[in-house]
């Protein structure tokens, strides 16, 4: 996949990583021209000095034959306006809003004729606010969120003393706005579940859960065997 990039900060700048590493190919528009140059000897693909809310520079970073566009500055306007241009110059492409300011997300996604210049609008501000404040409610969960469904991915440890460790999965009475979508054994094997799977004595289970619910699943998961810790 071919993915041009506007802005190089850090939300930009790890994004381009993260895709390079799983070997999709990356170009970056930025505007600071001290930044730019830093970005050129840390990436392997194309960094570009310009404004992406300029149509040449999108052309120039051949945003005609891209696949995907992110606007990741912390420019709410800007990043919409070139995902508007990107959208124009390449009708197929598929495009990523970052909106840092919560309200304008509300605004753009609310007015019809904005929603069909993007794909996918983020606030990493609001996700991380999100995550701090469930952490701070409901410690001790390693988990992935969803706010906009009100969900989340939790991962547990099946350790030595686990009342669940070597029960099947339909005999664990897990909640029903919970489901088990994973299990690892103690060597890393993945199993994706039924009601007849049994558990690893050691492992990890993996569960996708409505986030009013979590408290009872992770006392139910988490809970120790008296018999097996005699």
């Known amino acids: 996949m071919f993915v041009v990039i506007m802005g190089a900060g850090r939300v930009g700048y790890l994004v381009a990583k993260m895709l ?4 999709h190919d990356v170009t970056i528009i ?3 021209k001290e930044r730019a140059k830093e970005l050129s000897l840390l ?30 500055t912390g420019k709410d306007d800007a990043n919409l306006l070139a995902c508007i241009l990107a959208k ?16 304008n997300r509300r605004i753009f996604e609310e007015v019809t004729d904005l929603k069909r210049y993007f794909d996918f609008v983020i606030s990493p501000e609001e996700i991380a606010a999100e995550y701090i ?44 706005d919970a489901l088990i979508i994973a299990i690892y054994d103690e060597k890393g094997n993945l ?33 120790k065997s008296t018999e097996k810790l005699e």
Request: glycine share 8%; charged share 30%.
């Open 20 to 23: 390079e590493e799983e070997g």
């Open 30 to 32: 930025e505007m600071d």
């Open 43 to 72: 990436i392997n693909g194309l960094v570009i000095e310009g404004d992406a809310t300029d149509p040449k520079t999108l052309e120039e970073a051949n945003i005609k034959q891209a696949d995907a566009f992110a606007a990741l």
């Open 88 to 103: 124009h110059l390449n009708p197929k492409i598929k495009t990523s809003l970052r909106i840092g300011n919560p309200k």
């Open 133 to 176: 404040s469930r952490n701070i409610v409901t410690p001790g969960f390693d988990r992935v969120l969803f706010p906009k469904e009100g969900a989340e991915i939790v991962r547990f440890t099946i350790e030595k003393g686990s009342e669940i460790a070597g029960k099947l999965v339909k005999d664990l009475n897990i909640p029903k």
């Open 191 to 223: 199993m994706i579940p039924s009601g007849d799977t049994k558990l690893p004595e050691r492992g990890q289970v993996i569960v996708f859960a409505k986030s009013s619910v979590l408290d009872d699943v992770k006392e139910l998961l988490e809970k």
